[in-house]
């Protein structure tokens, strides 16, 4: 969440705000897609290494245990480029820590995922299941927003932790965030324990063989176009928060209104995360709509609400007697629902294609569906750093021409949509 919604913003920033530029606007959003092609390219491979690997701690918990340590490294590192200006060190700096960081996540991310449906096969416990994951994965949103956003804001000339002294907040954000991948990855790694070996586990199909098993089944195709349409969607509305608030809503400190002091960094913090906030609230009424009307309805209105809502973002700060912030805020309030309801109902409805793969093929597989899964949302992913580098580049992201950054709107709203059409095919209702 930190690296999607802040990356671009950090190594460059909107010209004229005052902010040292490490990167030209094209360098890193072609970075970042190449983090993003690494995760994506990577998922199917560590999917097929997992679902074959055997072990004295099983397929998953070997990849937790010897990945992290590199994850978090890779995360601190980005943070951290060897120039306080536009050079190409920098660009070396980030290609290589951002491809180990990306990679890291994959081999990390991608096994421990792959535990879900193992965990119980009862359709209502999967939904409540997912709901606790979606909502500590929430918890760290709401740190990777509010909490990191305010050390941003707050830090920018430098601050000091305990005698060693940081250039600035995303550095403080980096260490912390990189001691708290350690922490919270192995505790899962040194407390779980895996399902024994079984008949079912011994995966014979090749690499490729694998993955053209993953789309013939009726149920994958319709699942993961639409949920990499709104992966890039709604990284596209998260990444261009911060430009949002730099040059419409909030651009100078000294504004008078309800953020009267704060950064602008700051108050992106506090707009990412009321979505995650309400969203949260939101879980338990979406998990009883999931098992009540279905999985299938309550996703595809996400679908529509999210191409519905999406659009008013190119009006902020037009409103008659609504100041700018509040403009802000109420867009990004209505965002709720959808993300709430792609958050608990996006691993049930995996889980349940992976059930019905095993139907299919006699195996359990989960790990290669997820790297699949993974393969499609993260190159979507990072397309959208090119989408939106783009929208810049031909509609400005300054204050005086701020069209670019409005524009991000109308173009999440139409793969938002494009996604409820495709999502009508998914074959399960329940």
């Known amino acids: 969440m930190i690296v999607v919604g802040w990356l671009q913003y950090f190594y460059s920033p909107p010209p004229g705000s005052g902010l040292p530029i490490y990167l030209p606007l094209l360098s890193i959003s ?34 937790l245990l ?28 980030l290609f290589v820590w951002i491809g180990l960081f990306w990679f890291s996540y994959t081999a990390v991310v991608a096994p421990y995922l792959s ?69 919270t990855y192995y505790i899962p790694a040194l407390t779980l324990k895996e399902r024994p070996h079984s008949e079912s586990k011994e995966v014979p199909f090749g690499f490729f063989h694998s993955i ?16 990499s349409l709104m992966k890039m969607a709604g990284d596209l509305i998260i990444a ?6 730099k040059t419409v809503i909030w651009p100078d400190k000294d504004a008078v209104g309800m953020f009267h002091g704060m950064s602008s960094e700051a108050v992106a913090g506090i707009m990412q995360g009321v979505i995650v906030m309400v969203a949260v609230a939101l879980f338990p009424l979406i998990a009883w709509m999931g098992g009540r009307i279905g999985k299938k309805k309550v ?46 109902l996006q691993r049930p409805l995996i889980a349940d ?25 993260k190159f979507a992913s990072g397309v959208s750093p090119l989408i939106m580098g783009t929208l810049f580049f031909i509609g400005g992201y300054t204050a005086q021409n701020p069209w670019g950054v409005l524009a991000a709107g109308p173009a999440a709203a139409l793969f938002g949509l494009i996604a409820a059409f495709v999502f009508r095919k998914y074959p399960f209702r329940d």
């Not at 956003?149 to 990189?178: E, L, P, R, T």
């Not at 053209?212 to 949920?227: D, E, H, Q």
């Open 115 to 183: 535990m879900h449906p193992e965990i119980t096969p009862y359709r209502k416990e999967r939904i409540a299941v997912s709901a606790w994951m979606a909502l500590f994965e929430l918890v760290g949103m709401i740190l990777a927003t509010v909490i990191a956003g305010d050390i941003i804001g707050k830090n920018k000339g430098g601050a000091s932790i305990v005698g060693v002294h940081f250039g600035d907040g995303y550095k403080m954000v980096g260490i912390c965030v990189a001691i708290l991948i350690l922490v």
């Open 212 to 227: 053209a098993l993953c789309f013939k089944n009726p149920a994958f195709v319709p699942y993961i176009i639409p949920i």
């Open 299 to 344: 996703v595809m209105g996400a679908f529509i609400w999210f191409g519905i809502i999406t659009p008013f973002i190119a009006t902020v700060g037009r409103w008659p007697l609504v100041s700018a912030p509040a403009q802000g805020l109420v867009i990004l309030l209505l965002f709720a629902p959808a993300v709430s309801s792609l958050f608990v």
């Open 353 to 377: 294609i992976m059930d019905y793969d095993e139907k299919l093929t006699g195996y359990r597989r989960e790990a290669m569906y997820n790297g699949v899964e993974g393969l499609m949302t």
């Open 30 to 63: 072609v970075l970042n897609f190449f983090g993003h092609a690494v995760d994506s390219i990577s998922n199917p491979i560590i999917g097929y290494w997992s679902d074959r690997t055997r072990s004295a701690r099983g397929r998953r918990i070997p990849f």
């Open 66 to 93: 010897g990945f992290t340590p590199s994850l978090a490294l890779g995360f601190a590192l980005i943070w951290f480029p060897p120039l306080g200006r536009v050079s190409p060190v920098n660009i070396m700096w």
């Open 240 to 245: 261009v928060i911060p430009f949002l608030v």
